[in-house]
Each structure stands twice: as structure tokens, then as C-alpha cells.
């Protein structure tokens, strides 16, 4: 059996020696921190990758919450300002509202003052003409003219007696 | 050449350079045990180095390989060993590839099987064994001894308990030696004793060269179980070693 054959050992061990120490320092100082290297760096890699998803989606889901209460604060404000003008314009309505009721009242007033004063002239005028007829009537069936006084005081006794 | 036809011819030692005068070997006598070794080292380099050349983000095939070897052993001392054994971990993965390179090039047809050699196989499982034991000496002091003596056990029993698990540890290098070498050994002269009754059967002429077959078959379905046994082997030596190397490094102090 060759495995006994112990001329055959001493060269065995020593190139096993040889060989493994080699295998042993290059696996040590080369190859394995190499190894090591890149599967820590994509480990690395995966785990910052995870992270920078994780921040941009709290970024997005924060843009949205801001855009979601820029929104709301908008509406809010394109309300109040809707308010106010609605508040504003109906306030300018019932102040023009109350200066042309005021001017209408002034006028209606003024005209019917002017009213007023043109019928009392119109009275007054009446008067007199009256009286000149009723003097003239008298002078007519009489043939002698009326005192005047005794006239005038004729006509708003019977004027008195009209109204 | 009857001597050729011998299933064990393949496991011969033969001088390739520096031997000695009429062929005699010396220490430094380079043998195609030696040519084997070489190539091992050259082969679990080549993996390791070149196949890591490009660092790639997304490893290639070779890549990839490389980096399950390299993970299967991290894993392998990280659960077996935890975080103490982190500094061993070039040790075990280098065992773990020499022998697992050792032994799938000793798959090639006409090629050496260097692990079933006893010999080296010894040689590997002495360094795991000395240096276990030195490391747990070195960690433990004189702790390392109540490994022999477990806690709980009533001190009558001291003369039967204490002898039994000293053979039991010095065993340790010696069964895990034997078992390398032993499945190696066995599978390749299977493997050549079925190849042998391949050439002969057929060599019987007639009818009976058909039955050549069967054991055609036979060794076909060995070789794939060689295969198998090749990676079983070198993950057991290296488990054991993590074993081993977990009972210095995390002895319990009592």
C-alpha cells in the first residue's frame, strides 16, 4: 500500500509544509481582505441605499404634508378673501343704497316744500283774484265800487267757510 | 506490468524532480504528491484572486464562487465558533480550500488524490490539534484541564471519567485524519476496481461484452458520489476544526 510506505513521507510533509504556508499567507494577506472588501462595500452600499430610500420617502411624504397645508392655507385664505369682499361689497351696496335714499328723501323733500310754497302762492293768488272779482261783481250789480277791506274780509270769510 | 492493474496504483508516490541517486526521495524530492500540492494552492488562489479581480458590485460566475467559499466558512466559524474565532477564520478557510481543492483535482482521471495520503491528512489534523490545544491552554491556563474532569460529575468516577476523555481528545486528530484519508482512499480504488471490471467484462467478448455495461452505470453513478463526498469531506474536517476551536476559545470557567 503506498500509503505506508514511509520513504514517502518526509517529502509529503514538506511540500505540504511549503504549499500550505504558501495558501495560508496569500488566503491571510491577499485574497480574503479583498473578499472581505467587497462584500462588506456592497453591504455598505445596500444598507446606504436602504437609508437613502428610506430619507427620500420621508422627504416626499413631507413635500406632500406641505403641499397638502399650502393647499388647506390657500383655501382658507381664497375664502376669507372671498369673505371679506363679499363683506366689503355688500357694505359699498348699502352705503351707496343709503345715499340715494337720503338724496331721494332731500329731493322729495325739496319738491315738496316747493310744492308747498306753490300752492300757498297759488292761494294767495286766489285771493286777490277773487277779491277783484267779487269787487267787480259788486261794482257791476251796485254800480258803486266796494271798500276794499270789506272785500278781502268777504272773501277769506267765505274761503274760511270752504275749507 | 501486473502491477499497474492494482486499484491502488493510482495512489503511488513518484519522484518528478529532485530526487535522489537511483530514485530515492529525499525531503525536498518534488513528487507528483508535491505536484498536486502545488496545484491545490495554485487552484484555490487562482479562485480566490483572480476570480476577485474586478470587485464587481454584481459578482461574475468566478466572483460569485469566490464569494460563496468566503461566506460559507465566515459563516460556518461565525455560528460555530462566534466572535472569538473571527482571527482564525484564514486558517480554517485555507484548510478548507486546500482540501477541497485536493480533492476535486483528485476527481480528474490519472490525477493524485494528495488527501488519501494518511499522512498529510495526519499532518493537518496534528497542526488543528496542537494548535487548538495551545489555544485553549493559552486562553484558559489551567481551566483548560477540567476538560477532562466535567463539572458534576462525583469525584469516585474521577478514575474512570478522567482516562476516557483524555484518549477521547487524543483520538480527536487521529479520527479526524482517518476519516479524510479513508473516504478518499475508499472511493478511488471503488472507483478503479468498477472501471476494472468495465475493460474486462468487455474485454470477454460476445454477449458478455454488453453486461460492460452495468458496471459502466455503477461507476457513473459512483463518480457523481465521489463528487459529493469530496465537498462532504472538507466540510467536515473544517466543521470539526470550528468545533474544536469553539470548545478552546469559549470554555466555560467554573
Redesign the interface.
Known amino acids: ?3 505506508l ?1 514511509t ?10 509544509l ?3 504556508a ?3 499567507v ?3 494577506k ?3 481582505p ?6 462588506d ?2 453591504k455598505k ?1 445596500l444598507e446606504h441605499d436602504l437609508e437613502e430610500a428610506a430619507r427620500l420617502k420621508r422627504e416626499t411624504e413631507k413635500a406632500i404634508a406641505d403641499y397638502e397645508q399650502a393647499l388647506a392655507q390657500a383655501r382658507a385664505r381664497a375664502q376669507g378673501i372671498a369673505g371679506e369682499t363679499r363683506t366689503r361689497l355688500s357694505a359699498d351696496a348699502a352705503a351707496l343704497r343709503a345715499r340715494v335714499d337720503a338724496e331721494i328723501a332731500e329731493q322729495t323733500r325739496t319738491a315738496e316744500a316747493r310744492i308747498l310754497a306753490a300752492k300757498q302762492q297759488a292761494l294767495a293768488s286766489l285771493t286777490s283774484v277773487a277779491a277783484d272779482a267779487a269787487s267787480d261783481v259788486v261794482a257791476r250789480l251796485s254800480g258803486a265800487a266796494p271798500a276794499t277791506d270789506a272785500v278781502n274780509a268777504a272773501v277769506a270769510q267765505a274761503m274760511a267757510k270752504q275749507n | 506490468m501486473a502491477e499497474s492493474h492494482s486499484p ?1 496504483e493510482q ?3 513518484k ?1 518528478l524532480a529532485l530526487c535522489g541517486e537511483s530514485g ?8 507528483n ?2 505536484l498536486f ?2 496545484l ?2 495554485v487552484g ?2 487562482l479562485l ?2 483572480y476570480g ?1 479581480r474586478q ?3 454584481v ?1 461574475g460566475r468566478l ?1 460569485s464562487l ?2 460563496l467559499s ?2 460559507f466558512v465566515a459563516g460556518m466559524v461565525r455560528e460555530n465558533v462566534g466572535p472569538n474565532g473571527r482571527q482564525y ?3 480554517i ?2 484548510l478548507f ?2 482540501i477541497l481543492f485536493s480533492n476535486m483535482l483528485g476527481m480528474i482521471p490519472y490525477s493524485f488524490t ?1 488527501t ?5 491528512t495526519f ?2 489534523a496534528v497542526v488543528v490539534f496542537l494548535g487548538v490545544t495551545l489555544i485553549a491552554i493559552a486562553r484558559n491556563g489551567i481551566h483548560f484541564f477540567t476538560h477532562f474532569m466535567p463539572a458534576g460529575v462525583p469525584m469516585w468516577l474521577a478514575p474512570v471519567i478522567v482516562p476516557i476523555e483524555i484518549i477521547s481528545y487524543l483520538s480527536r486528530p487521529i479520527s479526524l485524519s482517518l476519516r479524510l ?1 479513508a473516504n478518499m ?1 475508499a472511493g478511488h480504488t471503488t472507483l478503479k476496481v468498477f472501471a476494472g471490471f468495465v475493460v474486462s467484462m468487455i474485454g470477454m467478448g460476445g454477449a458478455l461484452s454488453v453486461s460492460g455495461i452495468l458496471p459502466l452505470i455503477m461507476v457513473t453513478a459512483l463518480t457523481a458520489l465521489e463528487f459529493l463526498i469530496a465537498f462532504l469531506q472538507a466540510y467536515v474536517f473544517a466543521i470539526l476544526t470550528c468545533l474544536y476551536l469553539a470548545e478552546a476559545v469559549n470554555m466555560e470557567h467554573h
Open positions: 500500500m503506498p500509503q510506505e520513504a514517502t513521507f518526509l517529502p509529503q510533509l514538506v511540500w505540504l511549503i504549499t500550505f504558501i495558501l495560508y496569500l488566503m491571510a491577499v485574497a480574503l479583498r473578499v472581505a472588501e467587497v462584500v462595500g456592497r452600499r | 491502488l495512489f503511488k508516490v519522484c530515492q526521495l529525499q525531503a525536498f524530492s518534488f513528487t504528491a508535491s500540492m502545488v491545490a494552492t484555490a488562489t480566490m484572486v476577485m470587485r464587481s458590485l459578482p466572483q469566490a464569494e468566503y461566506e477564520f484564514p486558517f478557510f485555507s480550500m486546500f494528495v488519501s495520503h494518511i499522512i498529510v499532518a493537518l484519508c482512499l
